[in-house]
Structures are given as structure tokens and as C-alpha cells.
């Protein structure tokens, strides 16, 4: 399992960019960016260095976690998957590419896309001193036509990008993204209702094109959940100190929700269930709520079945569980 901490060598990468670089500075567009999203807008706003550094500082631990939990996941259902090449879509400062190349020791051709320039230099300026890295390709452009140069990926990514189209250009992209997936497709977004209603879309439309589903769901049929319940998941990770200042965070830590969807061209051997929320633990037993290849289910481990009641004291939040 990967760490959902940012890797060292990206860390030090920030840190020196930020040095010189003002705090105080840093959370006021920390703040406006983080507005921006709330009120339902973009990354248009992120125009000069300094706001794609207050960016960075302020999201790219948090998408960096909930990328790698989603690629842990993955990698656990297909733990022979070892793509070559990566495609990361709205790439933005680099966050899944860093992600999937802590996951993948096999990725060797990393290629990025977005429309942001202050966003694609502050990407390009973090891996200067990666050896892994240093070479990505990363064209600016809009996802449409720069998908359409693009050239076919083992891997494709798409991280916290897909919210910032209309749901016309997310249909579109998400066929032009199956288009260029070889092996497998993995789409990231925000744990929220709107969310996970983005994430339903475009798994129910890449079904239709012949897609199987590989994580979180074990299965290919429709989602058992009803509004208002909605898929989604949690990471925890670690504060810096330079984050909580931005942030004006009192805990060194923050918890990500998180929806997702990994989407093979091959359908997986194995399908484990999924724990869709933090289980109960009670003295008589553990109840846990999980998405089953027969659908939503409620499951009571007693504590008198005593090596089944020990496993599932186990079980978090987003397992797969037998
Ligand atoms: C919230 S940021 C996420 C960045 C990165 N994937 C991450 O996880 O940190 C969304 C990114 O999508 C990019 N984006 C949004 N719409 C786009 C479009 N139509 N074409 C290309 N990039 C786009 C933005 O420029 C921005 O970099």
C-alpha cells in the first residue's frame, strides 16, 4: 500500500518553491481559490505563479491521498496490473502523475494535459529534480483536442477535473478518455453528492461501451445506493505546518471524502465486497455496510464466530472485504 502522504522528494520540491513565498499571502488566495470551488467555479482563477503555488499548498496533499487510496484500491483487485504509461487528464500541478508513479514503479512514460499554463509550469518546476520525472511530456491545451493528439495510455487519470466541465463535455470526455485507456481508466472526484453523481455518469456510460468496473464496486449493475446516500470514501493525512498555516487549521490532520471510479478493459477474476461506511463495533458484534455482487447489505459478524468477529473488528471504511 502506498502512503497517502505526499513522497519526500515532492515535498522538498514544494517546500523549496515556497521558500520567499508568504504565508500570509499564500492563505489569502488559498482562500479565494477555495471559495471559488465552493461557489461551484473552477481553476480559471489560478492565473499567476503565486496562485498556483496557494493551490498546491492547500489541495495537492489532500487530491494526492485520495488518488493514491483509489489507486490502493485498484491495485489490491488487480495486483498484477503493472502499466507502462500514464495519461493524466486536467493535470493541473502534477498530483496523480506523482501518485501513480509511487504506485507504479513499472510506469515509465508519463504524459499530462490541461489548459492551465500557471498550473503546467509550477508542474513542470516540481519535477525538475525527479529522476523518474523529469522528462514528462505535458501539453497545454483543452482536455478535447489535446486527448485527440494524444497518444493511447496503459494508464489514464483523471483527478478532481471532470466538476469543471458541463455534463455535455464530461460525456463527451469521458469516451475520448476510453478511447485512449489501453488497460484502465481511474476518475477522482470530490466525495460529495454532485460527486459521486459525475463518478455514476460516467461509469454507467462507460459500461455501456464494453468498460468493467474494477474499484470500488463489485460489480458491473447499477449502484444499490438511493439518494440521499451516495458512494464515497475517506482518507486521513498529515498537515505540514506551512499547510495549517494556509489553512488556519488547528489539527495536523485532514480527512478527505472522496468519490471514485476504476474502469478496466478486462473484467476482474476476483470480487470482494466493499465496506461503504466506518463499521459499528459493538461488544455482541460488528455490523458493517457493504456493496456486495448481489447488492447493498448489512452484515452482523457476532462475536461468538470469534476469527470472523476478530477480522471484521478490522475492516475500515472503503476495504474489500471476502
Ligand atoms: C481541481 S484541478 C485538479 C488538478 C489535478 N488533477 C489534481 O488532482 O490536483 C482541475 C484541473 O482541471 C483542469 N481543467 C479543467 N477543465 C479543463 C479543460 N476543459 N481542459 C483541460 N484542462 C481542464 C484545470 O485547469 C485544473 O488544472
Not at 502512503?3 to 499571502?25: M, N, Q, V
Not at 493541473?92 to 507504479?104: D, L, M, R, V
Not at 489514464?156 to 455535455?168: F, K, L, T
Request: hydrophobic share 45%; charged share 25%.
Amino acid at each position: 500500500m502506498t502512503s497517502p502522504d505526499l513522497p519526500a522528494e515532492l515535498k522538498a520540491a514544494l517546500d523549496g518553491k515556497l521558500r520567499g513565498f508568504s504565508r500570509s499571502d499564500a492563505a489569502g488566495r488559498s482562500a479565494t481559490i477555495s471559495k471559488t470551488y465552493r461557489d461551484g467555479g473552477g481553476s480559471g482563477g489560478i492565473r499567476s505563479e503565486a496562485d498556483a503555488l496557494a493551490y498546491a499548498l492547500a489541495r495537492m496533499p489532500a487530491t494526492y491521498a485520495a488518488v493514491t487510496a483509489s489507486l490502493n484500491a485498484l491495485i489490491e483487485i488487480r495486483p498484477d496490473f503493472a502499466p507502462k504509461s500514464l495519461l493524466d487528464v486536467g493535470a493541473g500541478p502534477g498530483t496523480a502523475t506523482w501518485a501513480a508513479a509511487e504506485a507504479f514503479p513499472s510506469l515509465q512514460d508519463f504524459a499530462l494535459l490541461d489548459a492551465n499554463e500557471a498550473l503546467r509550469a509550477l508542474a513542470l518546476g516540481l519535477v525538475t529534480d525527479s529522476f523518474r520525472l523529469r522528462d514528462v511530456s505535458y501539453e497545454r491545451g483543452e482536455a478535447r483536442t489535446a486527448l485527440a493528439k494524444s497518444d493511447a495510455a496503459d494508464l489514464v487519470v483523471a483527478s478532481y477535473m471532470i466538476g469543471e466541465i458541463s455534463d455535455a463535455e464530461q460525456r463527451t470526455l469521458a469516451e475520448l478518455m476510453w478511447e485512449k485507456t489501453r488497460d484502465t481508466l481511474l476518475v477522482v472526484e470530490p466525495g460529495t453528492p454532485a460527486g459521486y453523481a459525475r463518478i455514476i455518469a460516467l461509469r454507467e456510460r462507460l459500461i455501456a461501451m464494453g468498460a468493467h468496473v474494477a474499484a470500488p464496486c463489485p460489480h458491473d449493475g447499477q449502484c444499490p445506493l438511493q439518494p440521499p446516500d451516495w458512494c464515497h470514501f475517506s482518507q486521513r493525512l498529515q498537515r505540514s505546518r506551512a499547510h495549517m498555516q494556509v489553512k488556519g487549521a488547528e489539527v495536523p490532520f485532514e480527512d478527505e471524502r472522496f468519490a471514485y471510479v476504476a474502469l478496466g478493459r478486462a473484467p476482474v477474476a476476483q470480487r470482494p465486497a466493499r465496506v461503504l461506511a466506518q463499521p459499528v463495533v459493538s461488544k455482541i458484534e460488528v455490523t458493517a455496510k457493504l456493496c456486495t455482487t448481489d447488492g447493498l447489505a448489512f452484515r452482523k459478524v457476532p462475536r461468538r464466530a470469534k476469527t470472523d468477529y476478530a477480522s471484521a473488528r478490522r475492516w475500515r471504511w472503503g476495504d474489500a472485504v471476502n
